[in-house]
């Protein structure tokens, strides 16, 4: 099962303890400060429209039935249609899909894509169960889900643990009830069934084209930049396969076990193609033979040009960040830096390209595969990938345009932007009734 990201460690300090949906309650209500919302519409935004939780059984190979738990949360829907993906893992609750579906609210707004965010997820750890049990699993999810989604209502599309199979059976299960195909009820499924060329690799592309932006920026080069990659799944892989065509050297790479590096100061880097073969093969990235092994903390703490974290939330947290030693950090997963590590890190001069920024890709090209599927007419990669650069980077250049007018860092400056926008869709649109 190919993995998006990866968990790398539970934290345990008490702003450490702060929960994802927390997190994103505090840069939500910190942003509406500088906009000065008013009380009822800040109110509004920071709740979820709606929350679904399913409890639904599962026969497994054995014959015994086992309970499982989903969750589905739309969070706002004032520029369109739901959309956010899936993930399986031990850790999934509904705190953290609130916080990932206001995330994606924000994500869909700053990149001026017509969604509103949602999320979903089972909690349950997909490593502990066959094929023929996660088939069977996702099919029941799917069908308790099936109360919201639809292609004019909730899109899902790959997370944690989830990948373009899982999106298949969904769009089956979906399309069984129905009595027809229905393929654009999920997003980032294989090419052979209606999904879009470049999706597999869109998100890491987005992290690599924002780095890219931000480099130039800055007056720096792609070419012999080091880089540091945590979390070798989907996102993690794409990027620093992406990052090494434009000329960086990888470093340093973890999974949940660890990883392996290569000294900045020797000839060789990593085999990033190696090291995913080895995943490939269920081995752990610090097994890895022939290279120097190093822990997850050593990594965060790993001099290097650019950082990519590319697991789960909370990786950095005030108990590491001033660790970390970083010029840029490209945050490929969703609330990697607590927001006490946030204000450290921008004391440092560290510079973090926001998650609801540098990791839209994966939505950008959803929503292309969306139009391609709506349209019956399908586009060619090259096409694609035109598209999501020229998204990106106008969506970077907005983000620095905000954050030069506000005076601000590039994260609270996305949020005043997709905030805002997702503000004047509210006001547009009123309230009903």
């Known amino acids: 099962m190919a993995t998006d990201k990866e968990f790398l460690g539970q934290p345990d300090t008490l702003e450490e303890k702060q929960s994802a949906y927390e997190m994103a309650l505090q840069q939500f209500d910190e942003a509406a400060e500088v906009l000065g919302l008013k009380q009822g519409t800040a109110e509004y935004m920071r709740s979820p429209q709606r929350e679904l939780i399913v409890h639904f059984p599962v026969r497994m190979d054995s014959g015994e039935v086992r309970m499982f738990t989903g969750y589905r949360v739309q969070h706002n829907l004032a520029r369109g249609p739901a959309k956010g993906g899936i993930r399986y893992h031990p850790r999934v609750s509904l705190d953290e899909v609130n916080a990932l579906a206001m995330w994606m609210t924000w994500k869909c707004a700053v990149t001026d894509i017509p969604y509103g965010g949602a999320k979903g997820g089972v909690t349950f750890d997909p490593k502990q169960v066959s094929w023929s049990e996660l088939e069977r699993l996702t099919r029941r999810y799917a069908s308790e889900i099936s109360v919201l989604i639809g292609p004019e209502e909730d899109i899902p599309a790959p997370d944690v643990n989830t990948n373009p199979q899982v999106m298949a059976w969904i769009m089956d299960t979906y399309s069984m009830h129905q009595g027809y195909s229905v393929p654009g009820v999920v997003t980032g499924k ?11 690799d869109a998100t890491g592309r987005g992290c690599m084209i924002v780095a890219a932006k931000e480099m130039a920026r800055r007056g720096k080069s792609l070419e012999g930049a080091t880089v540091a990659v945590q979390g070798l799944g989907n996102v993690g892989y794409h990027a620093a396969r992406l990052l090494k065509a434009q000329g960086c050297r990888i470093v340093a790479v973890t999974d949940s076990s660890g990883g392996c590096y290569s000294d900045p100061g020797v000839a060789q880097a990593l085999d990033i193609e190696k090291l995913r073969g080895w995943k490939a093969q269920g081995m752990p990235l610090i097994e890895f033979a022939g290279v120097d092994s190093i822990t997850n903390e050593e990594l965060l703490a790993m001099p290097c040009d650019i950082l990519v974290l ?22 490929g997963a969703n609330g990697p830096i607590t927001p006490g590590a946030d204000a450290m890190l921008e004391d440092m001069g560290v510079q973090v390209m926001p998650d609801i920024l540098a990791n839209a890709g994966g939505v950008v090209t959803s929503y292309f595969e969306w139009i391609q599927g709506l349209q019956h007419y399908f586009w060619e990669r090259q096409e694609v990938e035109q598209r999501l650069e020229k998204v990106m980077s106008t969506s970077f250049e907005q983000v620095v345009k905000m954050a030069q007018e506000k005076k601000t860092t590039m994260r609270k400056a996305a949020l005043l932007l997709g905030i805002s926008k997702v503000v004047k869709a509210i006001e547009l649109r009123g309230i009903y009734p």
Do not use: D, H, Y
């Not at 590319?310 to 945050?331: W, Y």
């Open 310 to 331: 590319a697991a789960l939330e909370g990786q950095i947290t005030p108990k590491n960040a001033a660790s970390v030693r970083a010029g840029t950090i490209i945050e």
């Open 190 to 200: 294989p090419v052979e069934i209606g999904g879009s060329l470049g999706r597999l």
